[in-house]
């Protein structure tokens, strides 16, 4: 029983250990794309991901519009997530 326990024990600290860099790697790339990244899209578009974004961060409905801001909106909002 005991032996059992410790493989446990050692086979998770080892997988652990194995995902901790691609956990890493993934938040830090998030974290350095957002939506003025986008330098080929247009202001409205831009502003309207940040507001998407912003909104669904905060938990506000879904008010995207229409034309360039709305497409940005959508995007934004697929990106924020309502904690």
């Known amino acids: 029983m ?3 326990l410790r ?3 050692i086979a ?4 652990s250990m194995a995902l901790t860099p691609v956990l ?3 938040n830090v790339n998030a974290a ?3 939506c003025a990244d986008y330098t080929q899209k247009s202001s409205a578009w831009i502003q309207g991901c940040k507001n998407g974004w912003y ?3 905060h938990c506000y409905s ?12 959508a ?6 997530s309502c904690k």
């Open 2 to 4: 005991n032996n059992s």
């Open 7 to 9: 493989v446990l024990v």
């Open 12 to 15: 998770i600290a080892v997988t």
């Open 24 to 26: 890493l790697i993934q």
């Open 32 to 34: 350095t794309h957002n």
């Open 55 to 57: 909104d669904h961060d």
């Open 62 to 73: 879904y008010s995207g519009g229409t034309g360039q801001y709305g497409q940005g909106y």
């Open 75 to 80: 995007v934004g909002w697929d990106k924020g």
